[in-house]
């Protein structure tokens, strides 16, 4: 899918309504190694006109011998005849003024055409991954988790993520990330059968970081509307443009959740060290293994895991009886940076809790693919709780 860098969140916004669905934004050049490194399939990045023309142009050049498949278009504010010949010396397949939309979605299309004329006219349907951060216990840090394994999945552009908030009624992805969107699931309601990602995009909500949100309606009472149904669409047509969609819950096994979880690939599952939430989260996996959810993806987050309250991580496992992936510690530093309205992985990367988040999505970028749909290796049991299918 066609990536756009530019510095300036306005310009980035402005130049992807020019592309096709699931097109996606970067800040920098920098970030651009680390996305065509994960998207090895690219056709045309976008160079817009805060970028320093010199080093545009040197992104050009290497991309001409290194990827000469992939199309690049400078969008500037100025271009004149020395530009069109230093442009096309260094490769560019089109210089398009930055403020016209058509020229910019002619030239997009020009690439597409090029693309498909190259790869030939069948490609391989995109299809990421769903992981949902959930736990049956409220407060034990799954928005935190969520909102912090997105970012670092995301890493700085590398990767095309979903944030999507189904705590419905209740949900604070938006406010933990300062963000105020000007539309919500609420505005896909009725779209069960209908949506596809053209309709999806507008109601994103773009973070700085690259990650895009779909907020939680903004009065609780919106969630009656939701129905299960439409989750599931909203999580598959979601896979169709993104790299991974990550799903933060409410604190219950309530339609949407099920819902969301019948669609994951990886299911990360939040703990605390105080025996009614292992309680629940035990009851909790357990409901897991009879609806055959997720079997052999899932990854035990014990938050607050240094409290000395009496458990430790060695009893957590045996209660549950899986082992922990991550443990991350009680730390003033996450609350105050949730509070901050910058997530501990964005404003304080060299932080132990923030290395901890990120080696559990390196972890979960590393899974190979769930089998979804497909039967889990005891599949005597799997079987008749793959047909527990609450879609309506
Ligand atoms: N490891 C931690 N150290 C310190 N504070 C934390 C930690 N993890 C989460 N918190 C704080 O705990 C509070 C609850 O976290 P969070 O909102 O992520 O929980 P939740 O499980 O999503 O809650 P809810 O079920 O209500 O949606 C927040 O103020 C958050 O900043
Ligand atoms: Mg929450």
Redesign the pocket.
């Known amino acids: 899918m066609p990536v756009v860098i530019d510095p300036d969140p306005a310009t980035v916004a402005g130049l992807l309504d020019a592309m096709p669905d699931g097109a996606h934004g970067i800040d920098s050049t920098e970030r651009l190694t680390a996305w065509l490194g994960e998207h090895t399939d690219e056709y045309l990045v976008v160079l817009g006109p805060h970028l320093d023309l010199d080093a545009a142009l040197a992104t050009c050049e290497s991309l001409r011998t290194g990827r000469p498949t992939i199309s690049v278009v400078l969008a500037r504010d100025l271009i004149d005849a020395g530009l069109l010949t230093r442009a096309i010396k260094a490769g560019a397949r089109d210089v398009v003024p930055d403020d016209d939309l058509e020229a910019v979605a002619a030239a997009a299309n020009r690439a597409h055409q090029l693309h498909v004329a190259l790869r030939g006219p069948v490609g391989l349907a995109h299809r990421g991954k769903v992981i949902t951060v959930f736990?049956p216990?409220?407060?034990?840090?799954?928005?935190?988790?969520a909102v912090n394994l997105a970012l670092s999945l995301a890493d700085r552009g590398a990767r095309r993520v979903c944030l999507v908030d189904l705590?419905l009624a209740?949900g604070?992805v938006a406010i933990t990330l300062q963000l105020f969107p000007s539309h919500t699931i609420e505005h896909a309601v009725g779209a069960e059968d209908t949506l596809d990602p053209s309709m999806v995009g507008p109601l994103l909500t773009r973070h700085q970081d690259s990650v895009m949100v779909l907020a939680a309606p903004n009065q609780p009472d919106v969630r009656e509307r939701i129905t299960p149904g439409l989750v599931a669409r909203v999580l598959a047509t979601l896979r169709e443009t993104f790299d991974w969609v990550v799903v933060?819950t409410?604190?219950a096994f309530d339609e949407p959740t099920l819902a969301a979880l019948d669609e994951t690939d990886e299911c990360v599952v939040?703990a605390t060290l105080d025996v009614p939430t292992l309680k629940n989260v035990r009851v909790a996996l357990e409901t897991l293994d009879v609806l055959g959810i997720a079997k052999g993806h899932r990854h035990l987050l014990l938050?607050?895991a240094d409290d000395a309250v009496g458990i430790g991580p060695e009893k957590v496992e045996a209660i549950l009886g899986m082992s922990v992936t991550t443990q991350?510690?009680?730390?003033?530093d996450?609350?105050a940076a949730?509070?901050a309205g910058t997530p501990i992985v964005s404003g304080k990367p060299d932080h132990p809790?923030s290395g901890a988040i990120r080696s559990l999505a390196t972890r979960l970028a590393g899974q190979p693919d769930a089998p979804s749909g497909a039967e889990p290796a005891d599949a005597a049991v799997a079987a008749p709780a793959r047909r527990f299918r609450i879609r309506r």
């Open positions: 736990s216990k409220g407060g034990v840090g799954k928005t935190t988790m705590d209740f604070d933060d409410a604190p939040v938050n607050r991350v510690a009680t730390s003033v996450i609350a949730t509070n809790s």
